[in-house]
């Protein structure tokens, strides 16, 4: 007995009658050949990434990845995918780095710390010249109620934590200082409006009195060294850290800065 049907037409026709699975679009094999080279990308960038010794930026990355590469787009599934594992990629300074997630600091601290040899009168400078950043010798001074000795802005410059931000443009033209982008990179900031508390001060006022940023400044000549140094030593000094410091409380200091070790003056 003949059948109607063909063995293959049985088989088209019974594979119809059965229910028809749901498809997902973006499973493994469906435009394969995007998926693989994205992959293919975010394992470079992840690399790249893991054994630089400084942060990277968008840019450095381009530069090291093939040309098509969506930079934005495999940075953000990195970030994503390592949020909540031991290791979080975080920006810093406009740069990427890796860094242990920070809840588990508490396991990796040591008892034995390496010392900045930092001063108090130093740790204090640092702060205010991150909160009012520029901001010249004698505003600093003005701050703080006592001078500063020469030595406390070169070892903070020498840190690479405090740069020459330029001269302003009023009587004596003094020399202006800001934080690095290796402070930021060194405290885990994005940005210095990433600051603590730096909303609640600006809200509050306190940091009103300083001029606004690249207020009346001009570039600082790269050959300009011995007018900086003259225009950082030219104030004279009324007293001493020594007679001020004694009156400080240690709690006053920024909590930012308490992972440094600090010497007594």
């Known amino acids: 007995m003949h059948s109607d049907l063909s063995t293959s037409e049985r088989n088209v026709a019974m594979t119809s009658d059965l229910p028809k699975a749901d498809v997902d679009p973006d499973a493994p094999g469906l435009n394969q050949l995007p998926d693989a080279e994205t992959m293919h990308h975010v394992r470079m960038a992840e690399a790249l990434l893991f054994a630089a010794v400084e942060p990277l930026d968008e840019g450095s990355l381009a530069v090291r990845l093939p040309e098509g590469a969506k930079i934005p787009e495999i940075v953000e599934r990195l970030r994503s995918e390592y949020k909540n594992r031991g290791v979080n990629l975080i920006r810093v300074a406009g740069k990427w780095a890796f860094r242990t997630a920070t809840d588990l600091a508490h396991i990796l601290r040591q008892e034995v710390q390496t010392p900045r040899r930092l001063s108090r009168a130093a740790v204090e400078t640092l702060a205010i010249v991150a909160y009012h950043q520029p901001v010249t010798r004698a505003e600093i001074e003005q701050i703080r109620g006592v001078s500063i000795s020469r030595g406390t802005l070169d070892l903070l410059i020498e840190t690479s934590w405090v740069r020459l931000a330029g001269r302003r443009r009023t009587p004596g033209r003094p ?13 885990g900031l994005e940005d210095v409006k990433d600051l603590p508390g730096v909303k609640e001060l600006k809200a509050a006022g306190l940091l009103d009195s300083m001029p606004p940023l690249n207020y009346g400044l001009t570039p600082t000549p790269e050959d300009d060294s011995d007018e900086t140094n003259e225009a950082v030593e030219a104030l004279d000094e009324e007293k001493t850290e020594e007679e001020a410091l004694s009156s400080i409380d240690k709690e006053e200091i920024d909590p930012l800065f308490d992972d440094i070790i600090v010497e007594s003056d």
């Open 175 to 187: 020399v202006t200082y800001a934080i690095t982008d290796g402070f930021l990179e060194h405290f």
